[in-house]
């Protein structure tokens, strides 16, 4: 049995970085004063999975993987889950699902595919993966260089640090999330929408074409924001000044295409804004990729607050199956 | 369809409006007469009710409140849906915030920022000169004559937005922003100044460097100034800048397309 001072710095070793992993805890919260934004998993609802598989609290960190290609290789025994997009994943090149948590062993390679639908898995590890935290939080801003290891996406040989089984002679506790209940990812979403912010600057014939369009994911989508393409509208001022912008406000420039800001938005901005998507959609969003068509839907700050409430005891009432 | 939407006065100049499902705006600075159309104005007095605002949230609303982006003449309050909704927040906000003045009993610093102004280390500054009528030395001069309040913080870590300049040097942000702008730039955009924190794409135009770290990641206070304080620039010459560890070996890059616009 390896002594606790040795494998300390033992975890995972990254042998293909893939195009973009980052290391996400739910997220950096309480430094908006530095200018510092909120990171954090775009995908929530998946990245809850994640933990919850593993067995974690629910601000353990993460791996992030979009697109796809990470490759690991385990350096100790450890129990581990991957939800999200529909990536292959295989274990020493044999096929293994999504959605469950299950055993990996020292030397144990990690390959995750490329998705054709969807865009982001998350990976987490019993115990979560040991990074130290920057302003309170491990969750990776590039543009910020902060959080993650020093600031950036994983990189090829980086070696990220976990607990692993502790005792192989105790009981592992695998689990699994039942088929019916794994979210569906799909190219064509419905996007509930509050009215906000500068909304009285868009007229009633603006509102109403804004919300009846079908609008397509640009070129220019990441976990900054997502740009639109569609029927442009127009609010009557160019700009305002810069103010705060909250997770799914929607920026409308002078080009009347709207920009849905997500969690490596900036702050502070002076663009319009229409309104706000909800947080539960605004994840569906991010799972979203060029070329994908969504649609605005208004709906009322109650109506908002029911659906919170909803998923929030649906995400309760969920029973994970036991495996072992 | 679109009814149900409600814009509440605290005081006749503090505004509440929706933002987003877990955050309110509260807009100073207009009143019950005009319309929430009416553009709002920079000032310090509007800024120091801000910043008054901001203390009052984190000492009594504490548990109920996320975070805070204090900004010109607005506050956006991210809150966690699991302690409120927003009907209670709204209410708690109306309360607290009718003692919120102008006379913010904590004051902010005054802090001095040494900057180098020259042709060499102010890639703009000519052109700014040229373009306000003035020599060099008016535009250095007029840049340091005032005290500039720090009215936001954002585009980057420890980017803040001091404002604002002398209307004779004003100057609006480059029609493509640059590529890299150096650590430490001191630039002008309109009527507000500030200090790059860290290389970066901008479109500010650059009057000098400043050998100071307006960011410090692992410090204790990693900002050298807050919203609220204030900023007064001093001019030093080659040497002393070098001597504070300034650096000249620079190269702001050719403009092109970037994401973000400061």
Known sequence: MKTLTSSDELGFVVTNAGILSLIQDAGRYGSFNLG???????????????????????????????????????????????????????????????????????????????????????????????????????????????????????????????????????????????????????????????????????????????????????????????????????????????????????????????????????????????????????????????????????????QADNLFHLQLSRLQQTKLIVCS | MFDSLESTFITDDIRIELAGQNTLMLYFGTNESTTAKQVAVISPAISNKVHHAVQLIRQHLATEVIDVIPSYASLLVMFNLLEIDHHQLRNK????????????????????????????????????????????????????AQEYRVYAVGFAPGFAYLGEVDQRIATPRLTTPRLKVPKGAVAIADRQTAVYPAQSPGGWNIIGLSPVDMFTAQAQSPMLVEVGDSVKFVAIDKQQYLELGGQLNYATTASGETNSKE
């Open chain 1, 36 to 302: 510092l934004t909120n990171g954090g998993p775009a995908d929530a609802l998946a990245f809850y999975w994640a933990n919850k598989l593993c067995g974690n609290t629910l601000n353990t960190s993460t791996i992030e993987i979009s697109l796809g290609g990470l490759a690991l290789t385990a350096q100790r025994d450890c129990v581990i889950a991957v939800t999200g997009a529909p990536m292959p994943l295989t274990i020493n090149g044999k096929g293994q699902s999504l959605w469950q948590s299950f055993l990996v062993k020292a030397g144990d390679t990690i390959r995750l595919g490329f998705s054709q639908v969807g865009v982001r898995c998350y990976l987490a590890v019993a115990g979560g993966f040991t990074i130290k935290p920057s302003f309170g939080s491990t969750a990776t801003v590039c543009r910020e260089s902060v959080g993650g290891i020093n600031g950036s996406k994983l990189m090829v040989n980086d070696v990220l640090p976990c607990q692993g089984v502790i005792n192989s002679a105790e009981k592992l506790k695998l689990l699994m999330l039942a088929e019916y209940q794994q979210p569906q990812y799909s190219n064509e979403l419905v996007l509930s929408t509050v009215l906000s912010y500068q909304q009285q600057h868009f007229s009633m014939i603006e509102k109403r074409l804004f919300f009846s369009s079908d609008y397509q994911v640009s070129k220019h989508w990441d976990r900054m924001g997502y740009r639109l393409q569609g029927r442009a509208i127009k609010a009557d001022i160019a700009g305002i000044l810069s103010e705060g912008i909250c997770y799914g406000a929607v920026q409308v420039p002078a080009d009347g295409q709207p920009i849905v800001l997500l969690n490596d938005r900036q702050t502070i901005g002076g663009y319009p804004k229409i309104g706000a998507v909800i947080s539960q959609d605004c994840a569906k969003l991010s799972q979203c990729r060029q070329g994908d068509t969504v649609r605005f839907e208004a709906i009322s700050m109650s």
């Open chain 2, 93 to 144: 906000l109306t309360t607290l915030l009718t003692q919120c003045g102008s006379d913010s009993h904590k004051k902010g610093r005054v802090v001095e920022i040494p900057v180098y102004y020259s042709p060499e280390s102010g890639i703009d500054l000519a052109r700014i000169a040229k373009q306000a009528r003035l020599s060099i030395e008016q535009v250095i001069s007029l840049h340091q």
